[in-house]
């Protein structure tokens, strides 16, 4: 199996589902913030909830909670962990 | 070739373009080494502790009961300020001009001249007075409460559920943690856009920051909404107070969607950028130290402001009021002058000069409101919320005046110093300009349709 | 200010976003900075006095960062100020409930600066979590002097006070570990680093330029080259 196999945009996930981050695409100031908020490959995240309208999602990063836009989140590849605690690889 | 240049194009080379790759290859090696320290020094001690977080969460920032549990805080907040500013307003009233009669006599006793007794009591005096009575017991509930919220948690997960408005508007959610500042002082509001990164959605921001009434404006809703809609304040009638005042903040924050859009769409076009907002913990304010601490700042800030702003505002309005030029009293010309267009308003000439005069600040325009009423010979000396209600009633205040007068209080311009830190923040006249335009346009449109719909439907 | 008054030392405080830097502010100066539980409550930096044991200490209370790189304002004046201002002594205040997060900047952090205190704070709302943070162990991986406070019921905060005056008064010497960044990128470094190396006084500094050098860093570069390089830019 390729490395690339079952890639999926953070954005693709569901609600209460764990993933590893893969890539983190996108540029400039955007995708920055989002290394340094802690979205670096290899970061296990969690999708927490989405908001109201349904767009701002929020995720769970490093020990804390830090809502992105669908946009943004979809510019993050992750590889799916599945549902429930997958524990640190 | 110079040394900085040569150091630009080394750099460049051996970036190879990749700068990106770089930049994550770096974050990566300092994540790297976090992670490993946390992990050798972070320990989990066994026991469960219930995530409350999360629980919170899935009732405050929920589709079914996000929006609803705003409007309810919002309306709790402005209920507990309407009914409990109630009581300490009428005694402030009643302490500060029960003084103004023993200080006249002071001055006579002395010997003053009549000019100075007239300015020192009828202008200076009296101004602060009502400054006082009015707008410290709203704050002084107020801001304690929102203290409360604020150290709760309860702002970021606010701009969490708006943000999907905000987007639709063009802009961002972090726009609503602005417009919550907003509420303290909208020069703090203005500032506050900093936390805004994209300069189009921080300069929309700027702009629309004017439609949260702040500080000066508030208490005047409240004591208008006190007066008109809740005359004797008996509880349904708080109730009815309470929706005047939640429904016209409600309606500031749809003219900054609205306003957002339009700008979003014209003169300051350009896509939504990013949002990306950290959701911190909730955490446990220490109740009592905050709403000392909050009663105590803005005890200050009303006296402060009433020293420094009030009081010679009211020596200015007194001199406007009793002097002429050209045998016309001055204050009564401007106001005759001001009639016409104010009429189409709803409103009438001294309420528009009291809203120009009071452009240093909104806290003064309803004193000088009612320092003109009463330079023109007195009907009711007010001294009480009660007497103040019959005063305005006695000028041909209707219901729908009132209501004209808080949306324009609500709509109008920002403060002088709020327009100050608006130049501050852009260093641009021509938007510094719009800052001030754009509000006075839709206060002038909103009152001018409501006044002509409000009298449609008395008639 | 502190860098004309030699009497007067300069101590900066700096971390994420809502650790609690303007309450420990408050804390230490008696002043009446804002603070709530929200990122970027602060926005504009602010200054105050305190003294301790005879010294002069000015506390400048610096906006929230996630780094010290990002061209958002907040984080361009906290990273100037780090590296343009010398401070006497930088006060990293991380929260403890998120270790991980916060030890990235702070590990941004010692790589302008040495003379670095790390702060736990908030380790009242840890304990609630049931973590527990081994100080020594993450002194002793950092390098620097770290201490545990809670600064809303003053906990750890004397302690505090007295690691900044013994590391603004030099009589601890922190030595903060380096950041290993493997070879691809080291590699790159050392051929950058000769033609920095003369016009920065610490080692340290001039790594930490060459890294932003080959990440394309602008802003920062004009302003370094507009101190550094003013004077003798042609050969
Ligand atoms: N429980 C607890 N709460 C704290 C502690 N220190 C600060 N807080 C609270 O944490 C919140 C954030 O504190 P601030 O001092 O405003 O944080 P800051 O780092 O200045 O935040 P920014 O200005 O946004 O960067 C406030 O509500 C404080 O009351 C602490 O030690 N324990
Ligand atoms: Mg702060």
């Known amino acids: 199996m390729g490395f690339n196999d079952g890639l999926k945009s953070l954005a693709e996930l569901p609600v209460r589902s764990f993933a590893y981050v893969v890539t983190v695409g996108g540029q400039g100031l955007t995708r920055r913030r989002l290394l340094d908020l802690g979205f670096v490959p290899g970061t296990l995240i969690e999708v927490i909830r989405s908001g109201p309208c349904g767009d701002p999602v929020a995720y769970g990063v490093r020990g804390t909670t830090v809502a992105l836009r669908r946009e943004a989140a979809g510019e993050i590849q992750v590889k799916a962990a599945g549902k429930g605690w997958p524990g640190w690889a | 070739m110079t040394k900085i240049q040569e150091l630009y194009r080394l750099a460049g080379e051996l970036g190879d373009g990749r700068k990106e790759e770089l930049q994550e290859r770096i974050v990566k090696a300092i994540y790297r080494q976090a992670e490993a320290i946390s992990g050798r020094v972070v320990s989990r001690h066994p026991g469960w502790a219930c995530d409350w977080d999360r629980r919170i969460d899935d009732v405050v920032t929920s589709r079914l009961t996000g929006f609803p549990l705003m409007l309810l805080l919002l309306g709790v907040v402005f209920w507990v300020t309407i009914v409990g500013a109630n009581y300490p307003s009428e005694i402030l009233a009643a302490l500060l001009f029960g003084l103004e009669d023993p200080l006249s006599f002071l001055f006579d006793y002395t010997g003053a001249p009549q000019w100075l007794c007239g300015m020192a009591v009828q202008g200076v005096y009296r101004t602060v007075a009502w400054v006082v009575s009015v707008m410290l017991p709203p704050m002084a509930i107020f801001f304690p409460c929102f203290t409360l919220l604020e150290d709760l948690g309860y702002l970021p997960r606010a701009a969490f559920n708006l943000d999907g408005l905000f987007k639709r508007a063009g802009t ?72 005047v005042v939640t429904t016209l903040v409600l309606l500031g924050v749809t003219v900054t969607l609205l306003v957002s859009y339009l700008l979003s769409k014209t003169l300051l076009r ?87 005069l009071g452009l240093p600040a909104n806290e003064i325009v309803l004193p000088i409101l009612l320092m003109g009423y009463l330079a023109q010979g007195t009907l009711v000396e007010p001294a009480n919320f009660q007497d103040l209600g019959n005063l305005l009633v006695a000028y041909g205040w209707t219901p729908v005046t009132a209501f004209c007068f808080m949306l324009f209080s609500l709509l109008h311009y920002p403060c002088g110093t709020t327009i100050w830190t608006i130049y501050k923040e852009t260093k641009s006249f021509k938007w510094t300009i719009a800052g001030v335009l754009i509000p006075l346009a839709v206060a002038v449109i909103v009152c001018g349709l409501v006044n002509f719909v409000g009298r449609l439907i008395l008639n | 200010m502190g860098l004309n008054n030699p009497v007067q030392l300069c101590v900066t405080l700096v971390g994420n976003p809502n650790t609690g830097k303007s309450t420990i502010f408050n804390a230490l100066t008696g002043l009446r900075q804002h603070t709530g539980n929200w990122p970027g409550k602060t926005v ?49 205040v991380a929260d403890a409930t998120c270790l991980e997060r916060n030890l990235n900047l702070a590990l941004q952090v010692m790589e302008i600066t040495s003379r670095v205190i790390v702060c736990v704070n908030l380790i009242d709302e840890a304990r609630k979590k049931n973590l527990n943070i081994n100080i020594a162990v993450l002194a002793r991986e950092l390098g620097v002097p770290v201490v545990a406070t809670a600064a809303r019921t003053g906990q750890g905060l004397d302690e505090l006070k007295d690691l900044i005056y013994a590391v603004a008064c030099g009589y601890i010497t922190p030595c903060p570990r380096e950041i290993g960044y493997g070879h691809y990128i080291e590699e790159r470094l050392q051929k950058l680093l000769p033609l920095i190396q003369p016009y920065v006084s610490e080692r340290r500094q001039a790594r930490w330029l060459a890294l932003r050098l080959l990440e394309g860093d602008e802003s920062l570069l004009e302003t370094w080259a507009n101190k550094h390089l003013r004077d003798d830019s042609y050969d």
């Open chain 2, 172 to 243: 961002q959610g972090k726009q609503g943690l602005t417009m919550c500042m907003g509420f303290g002082c909208n020069a703090a509001g203005v500032t506050a856009c900093r936390i805004i990164d994209s300069p189009r959605e921080r300069l929309i921001a700027i702009l629309t920051n004017n439609f949260v009434p702040c500080n000066g404006r508030f208490p005047t809703l409240i004591a208008l909404a006190t007066l008109f809609f809740a005359g004797s304040l008996s509880t349904s009638l708080s109730f009815m107070a309470t929706a």
């Open chain 2, 270 to 356: 350009g896509l939504p950028s990013s949002f990306v907002l950290e959701l911190p913990p909730y955490r446990m304010p220490q109740v009592g130290r905050v709403i000392v601490r909050s009663i105590f700042d803005r005890t200050i800030f009303v006296l402060g402001r009433a020293v420094t702003i009030a009081a010679p505002a009211g020596a200015v309005i007194w001199l406007l009021a009793n002097n002429s030029i050209g045998g016309q009293n001055i204050l009564k010309g401007m106001a005759n002058f001001l009639d016409l267009p104010a009429r189409f308003l709803g409103l009438d000439g001294y309420i528009l000069t009291a809203f120009i």
């Open chain 3, 44 to 92: 504009l930096t602010a200054r105050g006095v305190y003294h301790y044991k005879g010294r002069e200490f000015l506390l400048i209370d610096l906006p929230g960062t996630y780094s010290l790189v990002a061209n958002s304002p907040e984080e361009r004046v906290a990273r100037d100020f780090l590296f343009f201002g010398h401070p006497d002594a930088t006060v990293v």
